[in-house]
């Protein structure tokens, strides 16, 4: 098999396994909320989720196999009527950015997320630097941030809104 084939075959087990990590965090997220049959509606009663992740260049594959796996979670979520909160049912809707892969453009992404988007918990992404440089915005924003892997930095007693999975 050819170098190519192979590194092809590495990048889609890792994405999935990406997507399964985060479809199973976000299920023990949303899990503990009582079942609801009401139909979600209203423009007023919608939770955010966002993304940060690499959705252009070289490493759009993983950002994109992440972003598309919870959207699925999220429509099978809200299929059977949403996130229920205090007895208020929610539409879950994803705002995705791309961190193109880098630190700064991770930081912008965070910044309009929180303070443009108002969401409170964010996945992504799988580049160090971008995480590393969001840590700083969602840490005393109260932000949890659902890492996709580990590395050194990322999990410390500074950083207890972080959760890594991978």
Known sequence: MKKEGITKIITIMLSL???????????????AAPKSTKTVKGKNDVFKVGIIGPLSGPAKVWGQGIVRGLEIAIDEINE?????????NYKVVVKAY???YKGS??????NNLIFKDNVKFIFGSIATTSVLAFQVI????????FIDGFFKGSLSPKNPSAFVFS
């Open 105 to 110: 453009e991770g930081a912008t992404a965070a």
């Open 80 to 88: 059977k009527g949403g996130l229920r909160v205090k007895g208020k």
């Open 98 to 100: 791309d961190d193109k």
């Open 17 to 31: 396994t990406l997507i399964v990590g985060m479809v199973f965090v976000f299920s023990v997220c949303v899990s």
């Open 138 to 145: 969602t840490e005393p924003n109260k932000v949890l941030a």
